[in-house]
């Protein structure tokens, strides 16, 4: 497995495993299976419901917890100074552990739900700094955050997001957005990497596939992380989990890598910071 420095000197694997929809049994066993192969980066959040599910799965998987980076996220709804340091209690209690690795604010407040939303944010960011501070979380985050929501957030914080995990897949993938995280060191990274199943009938996709002898699956983990952009796929498969890690043995070419940064819009999820709790 390789891995990637944040901005905090924490180090972060650039391949993990999502486990969105993974709940109950299910996401136990998943969970379990992602670690006894190999994967290292687990990622969850408050809203997905599961992360008992992923606390029982680290257990019975017998790797160390010392091994394993954890990510999970903090609900939109519960943002606020109080809110956040309230359900990273309630997060540490469901994962059956005194520490989170990565701690995520999961959407940022907007000028639709919120009368400042700027404050709110900054506020949910502080109590998330002091809670850094106390050594219950290693590294701290954002999630889904545009370059407004940035500037603003940085304009009171004292500590730079280590990461931003945002839609990143073929057919959309954010170059601006992307770039501007570089310049600040803020690293990506992606969910649905495979743009909610719609790559798989993709002909250039396929094509490339064809000819590396990989699944298409395995040429849009291969792309994101040759954005250098770490990649969390998500899957309840056995064979599918195995196959997820199998991207080490082989490169795209820069000509490959152009063709898949061209592709017309596809999986566009719909959900944007600035609308929700509607789709645009």
């Known amino acids: 497995m390789k891995y990637v420095t944040l901005n905090d000197g924490n180090s972060l694997p650039i391949l993990g495993f999502g486990t969105y929809k993974?709940?109950?049994?299910?996401?136990?066993?998943?969970?379990?299976?992602?670690?006894?192969?190999?994967?290292?980066?687990?990622?969850?959040?408050?809203?997905?419901?599961?992360e008992e599910a992923v606390g029982k799965g680290i257990i019975e998987s017998g790797i160390s917890r010392k091994e394993i980076v954890?990510?999970?996220?903090?609900?939109?709804?519960?943002?606020?100074?109080?809110?956040?340091?309230?359900?990273?209690?309630?997060?540490?209690?469901?994962?059956?552990?005194?520490?989170?690795?990565?701690?995520?604010?999961?959407?940022?407040?907007?000028?639709?739900?919120?009368?400042?939303?700027?404050?709110?944010?900054?506020?949910t960011w502080r109590a998330m700094e002091d809670l850094q501070a106390e050594g219950k979380i290693k590294s701290i985050g954002v999630s889904n955050f545009f370059e407004q929501?940035?500037?603003?957030?940085?304009?009171?914080?004292?500590?730079?997001?280590?990461?931003?995990?945002?839609?990143?897949?073929?057919?959309?993938?954010?170059?601006?957005?992307?770039?501007?995280?570089n310049t600040k060191n803020i690293q990506i990274q992606a969910w649905s990497p495979f743009a909610r199943g719609k790559v798989f009938k993709n002909e250039t996709l396929n094509n490339i596939a064809k000819k590396h002898k990989k699944s298409v699956a395995q040429i849009c983990l291969r792309w994101v992380l040759q954005h250098q952009v770490v990649a969390i796929p998500k899957s309840n498969t056995p064979e599918r989990i195995k196959e997820n890690l199998q991207v080490f043995d082989f490169k795209l070419t820069e000509e490959e890598m152009h063709l898949i940064n061209a592709l017309?819009?596809?999986?566009y999820s719909g959900e944007h910071p600035n609308h929700w709790p509607d789709r645009i």
């Open 70 to 123: 954890i990510t999970t996220k903090l609900w939109r709804t519960c943002l606020g100074y109080e809110d956040t340091k309230a359900e990273l209690e309630k997060s540490l209690k469901k994962l059956q552990v005194d520490c989170i690795d990565l701690f995520l604010i999961h959407w940022p407040a907007n000028a639709k739900n919120y009368n400042n939303w700027q404050q709110v944010n900054a506020d």
């Open 149 to 181: 929501h940035l500037e603003a957030l940085l304009q009171t914080a004292k500590v730079m997001p280590a990461i931003n995990q945002i839609e990143f897949h073929p057919g959309y993938w954010q170059p601006k957005l992307m770039e501007y995280c």
């Open 22 to 50: 993974s709940t109950e049994q299910e996401g136990i066993t998943s969970v379990k299976t992602a670690l006894q192969n190999g994967y290292r980066l687990l990622d969850t959040a408050s809203k997905y419901q599961n």
């Open 264 to 267: 017309p819009l596809m999986g």
